[in-house]
């Protein structure tokens, strides 16, 4: 078989969905998890995602957007280090605050950067191979991840 998307693309829709399907099941259950521990693997979860939105992102900009592809390249750094700041407080049982903080204000930037690619792209006003709806897409997830940090905020 032979398609157009990167390996990473498709274990990344592949993950997206089968913690959709573990929440929908969890809700059905009516099983209410842990906030803490949720907290912790929500955050890993969703840290690494936008690590990689931003890396999908950085492949798919034409080589002549090299500021948005540098900004992009940042952002896959950021989130990386955010990932492992996560995961390395949820090993030592550490108050997830101070790395919800940061990825709080990470996600915003992203979500930034994410809403004027979006208007770029329909504007055509950026070069890429990136489609409107995906776009979309990332904006959308970037938005769901700030609703999750901001209840996250609250425990």
């Known amino acids: 078989m032979f398609t157009t998307l990167y390996p990473l693309m498709i274990d990344h829709t592949l993950r997206e969905a089968r913690v959709y399907q ?19 693997q929500q ?10 939105h931003a890396k999908f992102d ?21 989130f990386e280090a955010l990932t492992a700041e996560a995961k390395a407080a949820m ?4 108050p997830i605050k101070g790395v919800t903080d940061d990825s709080l ?5 992203i979500r930034n950067f994410n809403a004027q690619g979006t208007k ?16 979309d897409h990332v904006l959308r997830e970037s938005n769901h991840y700030l609703r999750l940090l901001n209840m996250f905020d609250k425990i």
Do not use: V
Not at 120 to 135: D, Q, V, Y
């Open 105 to 109: 204000k990470a996600t915003q930037d």
């Open 91 to 94: 090993d030592k049982s550490a």
């Open 43 to 52: 955050e890993i979860f969703w840290n690494d995602i936008m690590g990689e």
């Open 120 to 135: 770029g792209l329909l504007e055509c006003k950026i070069k890429s191979i990136i489609m409107p709806l995906l776009a």
């Open 22 to 40: 573990n929440t929908i099941q969890m809700l059905q259950a009516r099983q209410t998890p842990e906030a803490i521990k949720y907290a912790y």
């Open 58 to 78: 950085r492949g798919l900009l034409d080589p002549s957007e090299s500021d948005l592809i540098k900004t992009a390249n940042d952002f896959s750094i950021r």
